[in-house]
């Protein structure tokens, strides 16, 4: 009974020093409110085992736009609506240009590679890759006949199915984009090694970080959000938190067996792909001892451009086909101006756009509405910050929920519908939403937004004008819903049929 009453007094004496800890840092860094967080749980009662997002949206009609939550003993600001958004990663881009903690993406990583760095070694390898993506054709005539040419391979191998129902192989279409411009090359739809690595390889890491984010159990014994709340233990206990390690570990193993292949043929006047580029420059800055350009970063900035490069995209065509099912007059509209605009006898090409404005407006509306990134990658502050008339203490992670900024009442009537309206005035025109956050904004704004707009039109365009999409079950039926909900919006699974016209 004495160690019983001893673990007891010990007990209660770390609760009342947590919370003597947390009303101190409330008053002193002024943090927004937000629920009263327990005893190393935090706010994890609070919020919702199903949805996150949507967990937080509720508390910010309790608490307002921007307010605190704990996950576990670590606080994190959470931004609701347009206005609040905003006003963080445009008005202050600079102050909110960190990368909060994602601990099991962390685990992984280790702050290097592009989209996980903070400090000097983000700023020098976003500025490599912006150029770099850019050289090797972003934005260019170059890259858009190379997308025209997987879309095309991608008709093809929707023909071999003679009609039958199938799920589009998109991810492969949208890999070999990004393939070309990381490895200099593409790869065969047969290709065993290359298939491999997309499934699960490629979808566990974000289905897993969703997992955790919205605190839905993939183990009875040791729920995911545990990871998030206590990485240093968790990482020495079982579960699935581990298989993300060898998923990625199988990607990892693949661009180290490219990046050696590079070495052996590396020509340091003629740079043929990222990998070249990043060798050459590693050479340049060898003497260099604050040059962050080493194999380490080479290689997982090369593991974020392949996820990157191909879940966002893949996922949103993938939601865009599904919507296009269940809203079969906005698909023959579509259709009809793509008919109008581009016919039968060519291939779709981006300076299109600007004559398809109902065409352009699905697009945005897809994006809108699939909401991919809803709670976007966390944000950090790099200094002590006054916002909203708050203190927000050097380092404090940020949640800046882009998902909330896209379906703001304020900037998109009935948020809730899918509406291609939202992005055409009232003469039909094409018209812009500042609230449009589908690649966040500011500092981080995805660095391929250009290559993905790209791809998004130019394969989206090129299916419809070659098939009609139709669902095994009657549209009323299908349903929407995101098989993983959080940090990522993966698309439920369907079958189609793809009806040559």
């Known amino acids: 009974t004495e160690p019983a009453g001893t673990l007891f007094l010990a007990a209660c004496v770390s609760c009342l020093i947590f919370l003597w800890k947390w009303k ?60 609040a958004v905003k006003q963080a990663l445009v008005d202050h881009a600079e102050k909110f240009s960190g990368r909060g903690r994602m601990p099991t993406l962390d685990r992984i990583f280790h702050g ?38 997987e879309a095309q391979c991608l008709v093809e191998e929707i023909r071999k199915t003679n009609g039958l129902w199938l799920f589009c192989p998109i991810s492969h279409t949208v890999a070999n984009v990004i393939c070309a411009i990381t490895f200099g090359e593409r790869f065969d739809y047969q290709d065993e090694k290359f298939s491999s690595l997309r499934e699960p390889t490629l979808l566990r890491p974000f289905s897993f970080c969703s ?75 060898k003497q260099n001892p604050l040059s962050e350009f080493n194999i380490k970063n080479l290689t997982l900035s090369a593991v974020h451009l392949f996820f990157g490069g191909t879940e966002m995209v893949s996922s949103t065509l993938r939601y865009g086909f599904l919507l296009l099912m269940k809203y079969p007059a906005i698909q023959e509209k579509v259709q009809k101006e793509i008919d109008c605009v581009i016919g039968q006898n060519r291939s779709p090409a981006t300076e299109d756009r600007g ?22 990658i966390p944000h950090a502050v790099i200094q002590d910050t006054q916002y909203w008339g708050y203190t927000l203490p050097k380092g404090t992670d940020v949640f800046c929920l882009l998902g909330s900024a896209l379906r ?94």
């Open 24 to 83: 101190l840092q409330q008053q002193s860094n002024r943090l927004p409110p937000g629920p009263t967080p327990l005893p190393f749980l935090g706010n994890v009662l609070q919020l919702s085992w199903g949805d996150l997002f949507e967990s937080l949206i509720m508390l910010g009609e309790k608490y307002g736009p921007v307010f605190t939550v704990y996950l576990g003993p670590r606080p994190v600001v959470v931004l609701c609506g347009h206005k």
């Open 112 to 149: 290097y590679g592009v989209i996980l760095a903070n400090g000097q070694r983000w700023k020098q390898l976003r500025q490599f890759s912006i150029t770099t993506l850019r050289n090797f054709g972003m934005g260019k005539r170059s890259l858009e006949e190379r997308i025209t040419e």
């Open 211 to 285: 997992a955790n984010f919205l605190f839905s159990a993939l183990s009875p014994a040791f729920p995911p959000q545990l990871y998030e709340m206590f990485p240093s233990i968790m990482q020495f206990l079982p579960g699935p938190h581990n298989d993300v390690l060898q998923d990625v570990k199988v990607l990892h193993d693949f661009i180290i067996e490219r990046v050696q292949m590079n070495q052996k043929t590396l020509d340091l006047g003629c740079p043929r792909d990222y990998i070249d580029s990043f060798l050459i420059k590693m050479e340049e800055e």
């Open 355 to 376: 004559q398809m404005p109902y065409t352009h407006a699905v697009i945005h509306e897809i994006q809108r509405f699939s909401n991919i990134i809803p709670l976007g």
């Open 408 to 501: 703001d009442p304020q900037y998109f009537s009935n948020p809730e519908h899918f509406d291609p309206g939202n992005f055409l005035d009232e003469n039909g025109n094409f018209k812009k939403n500042e609230a449009f956050f589908a690649f966040s904004s500011g500092k981080r704004v995805c660095l391929g937004e250009g290559l993905a707009r790209m791809e998004l039109f130019l394969v989206f365009t090129t299916i419809l004008q070659h098939f009609t999409l139709k669902s095994p079950i009657d549209p009323q039926e299908i349903n929407l819903t995101p098989k993983a909900s959080g940090f990522w919006n993966i698309p439920p699974g369907y079958k189609l049929c793809a009806c040559p016209r």
